[in-house]
């Protein structure tokens, strides 16, 4: 009797594993989630086809069940729906975009300051992208940022920044001192 629901049960399950990934916006993401992503999606068609299949191969064919292409729309509309949101949080009106520049370094480490008083610091490697959040608060000329920053940033980031005099760059205060080694200035890309 429950035989029927097995299908559709999968593609639910599998897409709660889409959906809940496409919400996660802090962590490191790399080349094997892309392949992750498309596995499931993978599988749920393979449901898909199987129910398909099997129906047509039967010689007294019983009603359609339709609860796996019920379910499958359902995890589509639920996973853009979720993946808008997600993008619409990362890419919201950034206040400031700063870069962490270093001419030796092939990394693009950049710090987003958003309107809402939240930020974004995405640290790219070549294979993969990890992203933190948090609070800051601008007062006069300095930034202050959430102290936990330079641990998860492994110290590329600071938790307390000084506009340049021209406000081109944001320069780190270490120790109450002005840093001098231009490695950690962050250059502002954009300012809003």
């Known amino acids: 009797m429950y035989k029927k629901y097995?299908?559709?049960?999968?593609?639910?399950?599998?897409?709660?594993?889409?959906?809940?990934?496409?919400?996660?916006?802090?962590?490191?993401?790399?080349?094997?989630?892309?392949?992750?992503?498309?596995?499931?999606w993978l599988l749920i068609i393979g449901v898909l086809?199987?129910?398909?299949?099997?129906?047509?191969?039967?010689?007294?064919?019983?009603?359609?069940?339709?609860?796996?292409?019920?379910?499958?729309?359902?995890?589509?509309?639920l996973s853009f729906l979720a993946n808008y949101s997600s993008g619409y949080r990362l890419n919201s009106t950034d206040k400031i975009v700063a870069r962490n520049f270093r001419h030796y370094d092939p990394r693009n480490n950049t710090l987003r300051l958003k309107g809402n008083g939240n930020y974004f610091?995405?640290?790219?490697?070549?294979?993969?992208?990890?992203?933190?959040?948090?609070?800051?608060?601008?007062?006069n000329d300095t930034l202050h940022i959430d102290k936990e920053i330079i641990s998860k940033s492994d110290s590329i980031f600071n938790d307390l920044y000084i506009y340049s005099i021209d406000k081109k760059y944001f320069i780190p205060i270490i120790k109450n001192k002005l840093s001098t080694d231009s490695i950690k200035w962050l250059k502002i890309d954009g300012e809003n």
């Open 49 to 77: 086809s199987f129910v398909t299949i099997r129906w047509a191969l039967k010689t007294v064919k019983p009603k359609y069940n339709y609860l796996p292409l019920l379910a499958a729309i359902v995890v589509g509309l």
């Open 121 to 139: 610091v995405e640290l790219e490697y070549l294979e993969w992208l990890t992203r933190y959040s948090g609070k800051y608060e601008i007062h």
């Open 6 to 40: 097995y299908s559709s049960l999968a593609i639910l399950l599998i897409g709660f594993f889409i959906i809940k990934s496409e919400l996660i916006l802090e962590g490191s993401f790399g080349i094997i989630e892309v392949f992750l992503f498309f596995f499931q």
